[in-house]
């Protein structure tokens, strides 16, 4: 799956735009963890496994532009969208929590941040791996052209 030069044209934003969200979240994950003192709960931890190599991965892919790094960025940002989808049922009460792997510590149906009055930790981890994992698919659909 090697890209056209009409084609880098193309994909080269959403590789670097993908990029930017995972930069994002993993500064805003290490901001509320060590800046703000929030301890994160085991499903907090596991997406932040999914997300931190994002960063490099896809910075690497960047220069010079190599789609194929959609093998290697899809599988952590859909497992991460996956987790970060059932930590978003867990802490809004659709999801017993008996069911999580949070039996120490803090608990994963905790919502330690409301902004706005209604966006959460998890809900922004669902909107940046979602977003990821879309323009992901888009890249692969459109360097396979």
């Not at 193309?10 to 929030?38: D, K, N, Q, R």
Request: proline share 6%; charged share 10%; net charge neutral.
């Amino acid at each position: 799956m090697m890209a056209t030069t009409d084609t880098n044209a193309s994909v080269w934003p959403m590789v670097f735009l993908s990029w930017v969200i995972a930069t994002v979240s993993t500064l805003g994950a290490i901001f509320l963890g060590e800046v703000m003192g929030l301890t994160p709960c085991i499903l907090c931890w596991y997406q932040r496994i999914c997300m931190f190599p994002l960063v490099l991965i896809l910075a690497a892919g960047l220069f010079p532009l190599d789609v194929r790094v959609v093998r290697y960025a899809f599988p952590l940002a859909l497992v991460g969208l996956g987790i970060a989808v059932f930590h978003l049922l867990v802490s809004e009460g659709l999801v017993s929590e008996t069911l999580t792997p949070c039996t120490q510590g803090v608990p994963c149906s905790q919502q330690l941040i409301e902004w706005f009055g209604f966006l959460t930790i998890p809900m922004l981890s669902v909107a940046a791996f979602g977003a990821i994992t879309a323009m992901l698919i888009a890249i692969y659909f459109k360097a396979s052209k």
